[in-house]
């Protein structure tokens, strides 16, 4: 049996063996129970007859007493020879003899007297009632009580049977549990000392075909670490030398770029000059032109006045300069030259 499976069946038992007691001793309860309850009510029934003993030999003790005081010489109010020896005829004699009925209807026994009687009889009810036993004879007693202590006797053993037994059932159900669980934890602790001892002995087995495995790896490392080593050299060297042409080649390139940016400064610095030139000669055509254009307004006001002394001259071109003159001047008749 497995380590689990056996811890399983330990763990299980307690509800396994407590099933068993209620199913085994499923019927015993059930009848200690009613054995208790015949015991309870055998002894309410011995209470009971008893009682009822005390209540007869108290009745029986108080009619003895009514029975013994006689109507004749008990010099009741009322009552005197003639109607005590008329009461007498009708069977009316002692103290238990007065009740109602037997007194009604008696010639001469009229309210007042019947009440007499009555009064009586109580008075002898009360010397009765104080005089009445309290306990059952001993004999008596003894007797009732031996009645029931048969029954009681053989109820209370079979009770205790009963419950003997339930103890025994018990007890035998605990020894078995305590004798299985040791069992299998004895079997628990076989299966776990072989567990440990199959582990140890995996673990053996593989440390030592791990040791051997290192072993045939490290005799195979040795050339390829080597190998690697050269490899590692070659790629050491290869990069350094890779790294120097690297290092000549970003110094001939920050030396180009240093270069090409001053020729650019200059060429940059020549073409501000030339824009700035530019610009002053942008500036002199545009006075020339704003000249020119002056020049062009003057010119053809020129021309116009030309035209105009043209047209004028036209006109006069048959005359002299001093009738001209004389003419333009509103002075002809007065200038001379």
């Not at 790629?235 to 020729?263: C, G, H, L, M, P």
């Not at 020549?270 to 020119?292: S, Y």
């Amino acid at each position: 049996m497995k380590a689990h499976s056996i811890r399983a069946h330990v763990t299980s038992l307690s509800a396994k063996y407590s099933a068993r007691s209620s199913t085994e001793g499923a019927a015993r309860p059930r009848e200690e129970n009613r054995l208790q309850s015949d015991l309870t009510a055998l002894a309410a029934s011995q209470r009971a007859d008893l009682a009822s003993s005390l209540r007869d030999l108290q009745l029986e003790h108080v009619d003895l007493v009514l029975a013994r005081h006689t109507i004749v010489g008990a010099r009741i109010e009322g009552i005197g020879p003639i109607l005590e020896h008329r009461l007498a005829s009708k069977g009316v004699r002692t103290a238990r003899d007065v009740t109602f009925g037997n007194i009604s209807g008696i010639s001469g026994v009229g309210t007042q007297k019947q009440a007499a009687l009555r009064r009586w009889r109580d008075r002898v009810q009360a010397i009765a009632d104080r005089s009445k036993p309290t306990n059952l004879p001993s004999h008596v007693d003894s007797s009732i009580r031996q009645k029931y202590a048969t029954r009681e006797s053989d109820l209370s053993h079979r009770r205790r049977e009963v419950q003997r037994n339930r103890n025994n059932l018990n007890a035998r159900l605990a020894a078995e549990e305590k004798s299985e669980r040791v069992s299998l934890e004895t079997q628990l602790k076989n299966e776990e000392e072989k567990a440990r001892n199959d582990e140890t002995a995996i673990e053996q087995k593989y440390a030592d075909r791990e040791s051997e495995l290192l072993t045939q790896i490290k005799s195979q490392e040795m050339p390829r670490d080597r190998d690697l080593q050269l490899i590692r050299s070659n790629y050491i060297a290869q990069r350094e030398a890779f790294v120097a042409q690297r290092a000549q080649d970003e110094k001939a390139f920050n030396n180009e770029v240093a270069s090409i940016t001053q020729r650019f400064a200059r060429e940059f610095g020549r073409i501000a000059a030339v824009l700035k030139e530019e610009e002053g000669i942008k500036a002199l055509i545009q006075n020339t032109l704003n000249e020119m254009t002056t020049i062009s307004r003057k010119v053809a006001r020129v021309e116009s006045e030309a035209a105009e002394i043209a047209q004028k001259l036209s006109k006069y071109s048959g005359i002299t300069l001093r009738a001209y003159v004389a003419e333009v001047l509103g002075k002809s008749n007065s200038v001379s030259i």
